[in-house]
C-alpha cells in the first residue's frame, strides 16, 4: 500500500525522533506525579538518566521493540508531547500504544491527531496490524482521544489501575489495520 499523505506530518502537527533539546519537556512530564497512573512510573527519574535515555535512544522498533516520537507543534516547532509504541510483536505486528500531551497544549486536538498520524505510519510504514492502549475508564480525556483516533473498545479490565490504596478499572482499546 502507497500514499501521498506524509508519514509523519498531518499539517499542525508532526511526530520527530527525540533530539537533546526535549531533555526538560521529558524531565517535566516523567516526573509529573499525576501522570504515573497512567504507566508503570513507580519513582523520580532524574535528570542525568532522562539525558543518557535520550543519548542512547534506539529508534529501531524491530530491535528495541518500542519507539517513541515527539508530538511537535508545527506552528511554533515546540515540543508538546510525546507518542510511545511498546511491547512491540514483531511476528503479530502489533504493539502498546502511550502518548502525553502536555497541560499547556491540552484541549487542541493534538493527541488525536498525534494518535491518527502514529496509526498511518505504524500501518504503512511498519505494516503493522494492530495498536492496543489501555486507560483508566475515568479517564475520560484520554478515552475520547482514542475513540476519535478510530480506536474501539476492547474490553474492561477490573480494578486494573491503582491510585494509593483505591484501584479502578481500565479499557483496553484497539484498533486494527483491515487492510493488512
Known amino acids: 500500500m502507497t500514499t501521498d499523505k506524509p508519514l509523519l506530518d498531518d499539517g499542525v502537527i508532526a511526530l520527530r525522533a527525540l533530539e537533546p533539546s526535549d531533555l526538560d519537556a521529558m524531565t517535566r512530564w516523567e516526573n509529573d506525579t499525576r ?12 535528570r542525568h ?24 507543534e508545527k506552528a511554533t516547532g515546540n515540543a508538546v508531547g510525546a507518542v510511545d509504541l511498546y511491547d512491540f510483536d514483531p511476528l503479530s ?19 488525536t491527531r498525534a494518535l491518527k498520524q502514529l496509526w ?6 511498519l505494516g503493522m496490524h494492530q495498536l492496543w492502549a489501555m486507560t483508566a475508564i475515568d479517564n475520560t480525556a484520554a478515552c475520547r482521544t482514542f475513540t476519535n483516533a478510530g480506536f474501539t473498545t476492547a474490553g474492561r479490565l477490573r480494578s486494573w489501575v491503582r491510585r494509593g490504596r483505591q484501584w479502578v478499572d481500565a479499557l483496553m482499546y484497539q484498533r486494527l489495520n483491515i487492510e493488512a
Not at 532522562?50 to 511537535?72: G, H, M, P
Open 120 to 125: 498511518h505510519y505504524s500501518s504503512i510504514h
Open 93 to 111: 505486528l502489533r504493539a502498546g500504544i502511550g502518548i502525553i500531551i502536555d497541560e499547556t497544549a491540552r484541549g487542541n486536538g493534538y493527541g
Open 35 to 46: 501522570l504515573w497512573s497512567a504507566g508503570s512510573q513507580g519513582a523520580p527519574l532524574s
Open 49 to 72: 538518566l532522562i539525558a543518557e535515555y535520550i543519548a542512547n535512544y534506539d529508534a529501531d522498533i524491530f530491535a528495541s521493540r518500542q519507539l517513541r516520537l515527539i508530538v511537535v
